[in-house]
T-cell receptor, first 115, second 106 residues
């Protein structure tokens, strides 16, 4: 069974640009969640999607957005990039339903550097 | 005060030692996760708990919902256990602890 796949693995952008990251969950998983990991703030929850609907959102500005497609693949977008957006962006898929996350399966992450 | 507190922040052990990592939280939760992250590596889910105790091999996780506390134990520690261990609580969204950096020396 293939794991969670994130693309691209590494990318470099400049301030003011925008970026789109992709996450393909484990087959059959309908929940996809996104996280930002930085040395200073650690892991922080961005948002969670279940069956194409955003179920929860973390405390991030509106520049951070996401969506989920009918095949459960998800994308997140960051517009007007700032230096502080440099981070490892992780997605996780889960077979959980209802209100709780279920066991999480993480991708390898997309490492974004903003210059 | 952070919603999720882990202790210790850093831990060095000799191979074979029994290790305990603690996690305390202040919010109501439906589940608690223990995660493992190796340097430069991805994150692996070790346990998801909503009550009681779970065991996988040399790893044991317990949770006390009333006391809002969970522990991760590693028996007969090995250098390959060296990693960052992260506690995450699931209220209506996941909130993470800062992690415990574990180094096991041979």
């Amino acid at each position: 069974k293939a794991g969670v796949t994130q693309t691209p693995r590494y990318l470099i952008k400049t301030r003011g640009q925008q970026v789109t990251l992709s996450c393909s969950p484990i087959s059959g998983h309908r929940s996809v969640s996104w996280y930002q990991q930085t040395p200073g703030q650690g892991l922080q929850f961005l948002f969670e999607y279940f069956s194409e609907t955003q179920r929860n959102k973390g405390n991030f500005p509106g520049r951070f957005s996401g969506r989920q497609f009918s095949n459960s693949r998800s994308e997140m977008n960051v517009s007007t990039l700032e230096l502080g957006d440099s981070a490892l962006y992780l997605c996780a898929s889960s077979g959980g339903t209802g209100g709780e996350s279920g066991e999480l399966f993480f991708g390898e992450g997309s490492r974004l550097t903003v210059l | 005060k952070n919603e999720v507190e882990q202790s210790p922040q850093n831990l060095t052990a000799q191979e074979g030692e029994f290790i305990t990592i603690n996690c305390s939280y202040s919010v109501g939760i439906s589940a608690l996760h223990w995660l493992q992250q190796h340097p430069g590596g991805g994150i692996v889910s070790l346990f998801m708990l909503s009550s009681g105790k779970k065991k996988h091999g040399r790893l044991i996780a317990t949770i006390n919902i009333q006391e809002k506390h969970s522990s991760l134990h590693i028996t007969a520690s090995h250098p390959r256990d060296s990693a960052v261990y992260i506690c995450a609580v699931d209220g209506n969204k996941l909130v993470f602890g800062a992690g415990t950096i574990l180094r096991v020396k041979s």
